[in-house]
Every structure is written in structure tokens, then in C-alpha cells.
């Protein structure tokens, strides 16, 4: 069973920072590694699939990169409306694990 | 559109079996590389993938539920069903269905809603 790790579990940040969260697989699964954002009281919104490709209307300022067991979710200029809880998700053996999540908040 | 919509009982008491349906439409599971999956998500706490259904009716689940869970489709009607045995108050979360896909390896693509699910005597 692949294990997800994510860090940090949260973090502070102002708009129109650079923002970057690290996803850690147990076991190398390539680069079959998807990225979620989840806000309040909705369903999570795919962002990045494969690793680095975006997902179709998903803003340019998100980025992830990583293959093997490291990976990183990049967001280039914060925005009001990023604040929320990012996933990681591994689909290396079947789509499976996500990892625990990272709340990004206002500082 | 593709939508997706999760139905099932609010409440449910401890050691009976939930059963939940993901409603779909705009898209078939008859397609090749499409799937449907659950996903659940405790008040406050992290997203734990359960079950995933492909076309080709192959099925997966988490290791660590595999012996509660059952996943199954019926194409015609466009929908997944789920069922978990011997509910626990921890198993207390919003259940989500969502489209699964592959592009470059597979993703959930589309997600319904959620229902919210409570395990309480």
C-alpha cells in the first residue's frame, strides 16, 4: 500500500506570494500523481494530473513538478480565492491514496 | 453536462450496511478509460479513496476497507452503487462519488457533490 505524505500540513501566506507544497510517495510511482483543491463545504477540483499537466481551465499560476517519490504543487502568485486545502493523489497502483492535505490560509 | 449525484440514507445505525448510488449522466461507463470511484471525508479530516469501478467492470478498493466494501454498476441505468458493512461511528463523513479518467494516468476528473453520512445508535 503506497503512502502519501504531504508538508507542510499548513501554512500562512499573503496574497501574491509563491506558495509550494511537497507531496512524498512511500515507493517511487513515476509520475502518476495528481493534485486536488478543496474548498469549504464543496467537493475537491482536480488541478494538475500526471504530475505537471494542468487541468483544462485551471489558472496558469498553479504548476507541479516532481517525478519518482517527490513532487511539488506550485502556485506563482497567490490569489484570494487559492485559499484552500490541497491534496495530493497517487494513481501509480490503481488511483488510490491521497495524502493528509495542506491548508493554505491567510497570513 | 456531466453531473454526478450521491443518494442514500442520512443516518444510519451502528453494524447495519450503508448502501449509496452515484447517479451520472453525460457520460457513459461503457466507454473504455473511464471509471466511477467513492471517496470519503470525516467533518475536519483528510479525503480516503474507497472503491473504483472501471468500464471493463474491473473493481479496486482500499486495502484497508476491502473486506466491508462492495462496488458495483449497472450501465443501463447510469449508476455505481455502494455498499459498506458493519458501519461504526467513525465511519461517520461525506461520501463523494466522482469520475475517474485516464489521460497520462488516472485521475478523478468531476466530482458530485457529496452526501453526508451519520453513524449514530
Known amino acids: 500500500d503506497i503512502q502519501m505524505t504531504q508538508s507542510p500540513s499548513s501554512l500562512s501566506a499573503s496574497v501574491g506570494d509563491r506558495v509550494t507544497i511537497t507531496c512524498r510517495a512511500s515507493?517511487?510511482?513515476?509520475?502518476?500523481l495528481n493534485w486536488y483543491q478543496q474548498k469549504p463545504g464543496k467537493a475537491p477540483k482536480l488541478l494538475i494530473y500526471?504530475?505537471?499537466s494542468l487541468q483544462s481551465g485551471v489558472p496558469s499560476r498553479f504548476s507541479g513538478s516532481g517525478s519518482g517519490t517527490d513532487f511539488t504543487l506550485t502556485i506563482s502568485s497567490l490569489q484570494p480565492e487559492d485559499f484552500a486545502t490541497y491534496y495530493c493523489q497517487q494513481s501509480y497502483s490503481t488511483l488510490g491514496g491521497f495524502g493528509q492535505g495542506t491548508k493554505v490560509e491567510i497570513k | 453536462q456531466i453531473t454526478l449525484k450521491e443518494s442514500g440514507p442520512t443516518l444510519v445505525k451502528p453494524t447495519q450496511t450503508l448502501t449509496l448510488t452515484c447517479t451520472f449522466s453525460g457520460f457513459s461507463l461503457s466507454t473504455s478509460g473511464v471509471g466511477v470511484g467513492w471517496i470519503r471525508q470525516p467533518p475536519g479530516k483528510a479525503l480516503e479513496w474507497l472503491a473504483l469501478?472501471?468500464?471493463?467492470?474491473?473493481?479496486r478498493y482500499s486495502p484497508s476497507l476491502k473486506s466491508r466494501l462492495t462496488i458495483t454498476k449497472d450501465t443501463s441505468k447510469n449508476q455505481v452503487v455502494l455498499t459498506m458493512t458493519n458501519m461504526d461511528p467513525v465511519d461517520t463523513a461525506t461520501y463523494y462519488c466522482a469520475r475517474a479518467t485516464y489521460g497520462e494516468g488516472w485521475y478523478f476528473d468531476l466530482w458530485g457533490r457529496g452526501t453526508l453520512v451519520t453513524v449514530s445508535s
Open positions: 515507493q517511487s510511482i513515476s509520475s502518476y
Open positions: 469501478i472501471y468500464w471493463d467492470d474491473d473493481k
Open positions: 500526471a504530475a505537471s
